[in-house]
């Protein structure tokens, strides 16, 4: 039921359009599933629109076949798709189809959002002007990271895809980005849209720290006997995570008990564990493989340290997950991650500077009482990116987004 005349109704009815979805490896893909099943708790209607996975891409992630609970409001929608290479394996190209006219129309959104711009976010737009509603569009990708992949025309291609993906935004009615950073890029290039930043979500309660008895099972269980430093995330080149390990090998050569974990999977799996073999590091590096969230919280709780020197992060869910589970973290002073690690929880590093890295991760490491007064900040820093507060910032941005679409319309 609405309040004044005009107003948005209380439960909304929401069409979301991702080409990155469960059960793909990546901090959108969190980020989705976080909100939609918050917001459908609290008695919107979702619909989620996004590929079709094969059983092989359940199968990298270690997950049954098998649909997100994501609550009685909340439905997903496959698409047809073709395999789509990339760095977590498991990206899918959806195929033209009907499918989701007919799902717009017996849902009848208020409004359209759209949290990528490949295929399923084309679809997007169409969807929105069917239902002759606004759309709102997040941009999660910090698109000119990723021309490392086409070395031969990178400045062209960086220019091309950046003109592209200001286009498609330009096409949306209000437009959000999970930092700062993200948003002026998207001004850079020409976007000319109502913009605000709307953090990524992460969960709070799951991503705490663990008391010291807790650590200390844990850390058995981890078989951690020394410093303990850990990345997680897609074992991908844009991650930078050659860095790392170069970074680590100075860390190990003066402290020799120290180990590195990794957590994940990705195309540069094989490249990094040959960097690790060539560094003769094989004893003390360790992939450990795509985590269930739930170990990965217990993983970071038993740690000393958090690392990640990408440069292709707008914001990195998964270094705020680190910080939720009060660990002092060391990350490349590039992008999102300047505006998500404050200085009283780690450090900056520069970016490609495995020298910087290691001088930093051993000042936090050498200095206990330092780093738990990290930790403490970390936590409270975290605090401010829950679930349920992230949910509050979407239901107002949607209900200004409907208020501002109904204020043209009568114009």
């Given at each position: 039921?609405?309040?004044?005349?005009?107003?948005p109704?209380?439960?909304l009815?929401?069409?979301?359009?991702?080409?990155?979805?469960h059960?793909?490896?990546?901090?959108?893909?969190?980020?989705?599933?976080?909100?939609?099943?918050?917001?459908?708790?609290?008695?919107?209607?979702?619909?989620?629109?996004a590929?079709?996975?094969s059983?092989?891409?359940?199968?990298?992630?270690?997950?049954?076949?098998?649909?997100?609970?994501?609550?009685?409001?909340?439905?997903?929608?496959?698409?047809r798709?073709?395999p789509?290479?990339?760095?977590?394996?498991q990206?899918?190209?959806?195929?033209?189809?009907g499918?989701?006219?007919?799902?717009?129309?017996?849902?009848?959104?208020?409004?359209?959002?759209?949290?990528?711009?490949?295929?399923?976010?084309l679809?997007a737009?169409?969807?929105?002007?069917?239902?002759g509603?606004?759309?709102v569009?997040?941009?999660?990708?910090?698109v000119?990271?990723?021309?490392?992949?086409?070395?031969?025309?990178?400045?062209?291609?960086?220019?091309?895809?950046?003109?592209?993906?200001?286009?498609?935004?330009?096409?949306?009615?209000?437009?959000?980005?999970p930092?700062?950073?993200?948003?002026?890029d998207?001004l850079?290039h020409?976007l000319?849209?109502?913009?605000?930043?709307?953090?990524?979500?992460?969960d709070?309660?799951?991503?705490?720290?663990?008391?010291?008895?807790?650590?200390?099972?844990?850390?058995q269980?981890?078989r951690?006997?020394?410093?303990?430093i850990v990345?997680?995330?897609?074992?991908a080149?844009?991650?930078?995570?050659?860095?790392?390990?170069?970074a680590?090998a100075?860390?190990?050569?003066?402290?020799?008990?120290?180990?590195?974990?990794?957590?994940?999977?990705?195309?540069a799996?094989?490249?990094?564990a040959?960097?690790?073999?060539?560094?003769?590091?094989?004893?003390?590096?360790?992939?450990?493989g795509?985590l269930?969230?739930a170990d990965?919280?217990?993983?970071?709780?038993?740690?000393?340290?958090?690392?990640?020197?990408?440069?292709?992060e707008?914001?990195?869910?998964?270094?705020?997950?680190a910080?939720?589970c009060?660990?002092?973290?060391?990350?490349?002073?590039w992008?999102?991650?300047?505006?998500?690690?404050?200085?009283?929880?780690?450090?900056?590093?520069?970016?490609?500077?495995?020298r910087d890295?290691?001088e930093?991760?051993?000042?936090?490491?050498?200095?206990?009482?330092?780093?738990?007064r990290?930790?403490?900040?970390?936590?409270?820093?975290?605090?401010?990116?829950?679930?349920?507060?992230?949910?509050?910032?979407?239901?107002?941005?949607?209900?200004?987004?409907?208020?501002e679409?109904?204020?043209r319309?009568?114009?």
């Amino acid at each position: 039921m609405s309040g004044r005349p005009g107003d948005p109704p209380r439960a909304l009815r929401l069409a979301v359009f991702t080409d990155n979805f469960h059960p793909e490896l990546g901090g959108i893909q969190d980020s989705i599933l976080a909100s939609a099943r918050e917001l459908a708790a609290r008695g919107h209607r979702i619909v989620v629109f996004a590929p079709a996975a094969s059983a092989r891409d359940y199968a990298r992630a270690g997950l049954p076949v098998a649909e997100p609970d994501l609550g009685a409001n909340a439905t997903v929608l496959r698409l047809r798709s073709l395999p789509l290479p990339s760095s977590s394996q498991q990206s899918r190209l959806a195929l033209p189809g009907g499918a989701w006219r007919r799902e717009i129309d017996r849902l009848r959104p208020h409004l359209v959002h759209t949290h990528t711009f490949l295929s399923v976010g084309l679809q997007a737009l169409r969807a929105a002007r069917r239902a002759g509603v606004p759309v709102v569009g997040t941009n999660h990708w910090s698109v000119g990271a990723f021309d490392l992949y086409a070395p031969l025309a990178r400045n062209a291609l960086r220019r091309a895809a950046l003109a592209a993906v200001g286009r498609y935004y330009q096409a949306c009615d209000r437009v959000t980005g999970p930092s700062r950073y993200t948003i002026d890029d998207l001004l850079r290039h020409g976007l000319r849209r109502p913009c605000r930043v709307v953090s990524n979500p992460i969960d709070t309660t799951l991503f705490h720290p663990l008391d010291e008895a807790g650590r200390m099972r844990a850390r058995q269980r981890w078989r951690l006997d020394g410093p303990a430093i850990v990345y997680a995330g897609r074992l991908a080149r844009e991650k930078n995570i050659d860095v790392l390990i170069d970074a680590f090998a100075q860390v190990h050569a003066r402290q020799p008990r120290a180990t590195l974990l990794l957590a994940g999977h990705g195309s540069a799996r094989r490249a990094l564990a040959e960097r690790v073999r060539e560094r003769a590091l094989a004893h003390a590096v360790h992939f450990v493989g795509t985590l269930p969230h739930a170990d990965l919280a217990e993983l970071l709780g038993a740690a000393d340290a958090f690392a990640i020197a990408s440069k292709s992060e707008t914001q990195s869910m998964v270094l705020l997950q680190a910080l939720a589970c009060g660990l002092p973290a060391v990350g490349a002073r590039w992008g999102g991650l300047t505006e998500h690690l404050p200085e009283q929880a780690g450090r900056l590093a520069a970016a490609d500077d495995p020298r910087d890295f290691a001088e930093s991760l051993l000042a936090v490491l050498a200095d206990e009482p330092a780093r738990r007064r990290m930790g403490a900040h970390a936590r409270r820093h975290a605090e401010g990116f829950g679930i349920a507060a992230i949910a509050d910032a979407w239901e107002q941005f949607y209900r200004e987004t409907l208020q501002e679409s109904a204020r043209r319309s009568t114009i």
